[in-house]
């Protein structure tokens, strides 16, 4: 038996129960610029699962919520500008919540919290950038955090 356990190293996917696919993409594409990585459909030729790309991450959106709304549970989406993100969030029918972040949930829900990439420790690759086409940069203060962890 191994002494050393797995080192978690970032996240590859966040799985959401939606309601209805094709409104979900609706919805999140009111709000987000995103391509669809994929998705699949059952013996009935219903769309049961649809993939959010986000480089080398992606948001799995599945079929069927059945839980009530979360109230603390919750992921950050990272974005590259959330200047419009509450306004076009509010027109897509989310329900803003109140704090000190920008958090809102989906019509299913799902507790969606908004960051920005220029804030945050969290770093995509320069090629994964490049492949998707993004230019960005970090804050000072982000990167004075990385710095002290041994990243910048």
């Avoid at 038996?1 to 094709?22: C, F, Q, W």
């Avoid at 987000?32 to 049961?48: I, P, Q, T, Y």
């Avoid at 920008?102 to 829900?109: A, E, I, N, R, Y």
């Amino acid at each position: 038996m191994s002494k050393t356990k797995p080192r978690l190293v970032g996240l590859n996917h966040i799985a959401l129960e939606v309601g209805d696919i094709e409104q979900a993409l609706h919805f999140y594409g009111s709000i987000f610029s995103f391509e669809l990585r994929g998705c699949h459909k059952d013996d009935a030729g219903h769309v049961v699962m649809a993939f959010i790309d986000m480089g080398d991450q992606f948001v799995a959106l599945s079929r069927g919520r059945h839980q009530r709304p979360d109230q603390d549970r919750h992921f950050g989406l990272v974005v590259d500008d959330r200047a419009s993100v509450r306004e076009l969030a509010l027109a897509a029918g989310a329900t803003m919540l109140e704090g000190e972040f920008l958090d809102f949930l989906d019509p299913w829900g799902n507790r969606i919290e908004v960051v920005e990439y220029a804030d945050l420790q969290f770093t995509k690759s320069a090629s994964v950038l490049h492949a998707m086409g993004l230019h960005l940069t970090k804050s000072d203060q982000a990167r004075k955090e990385l710095r002290e962890k041994g990243m910048g």
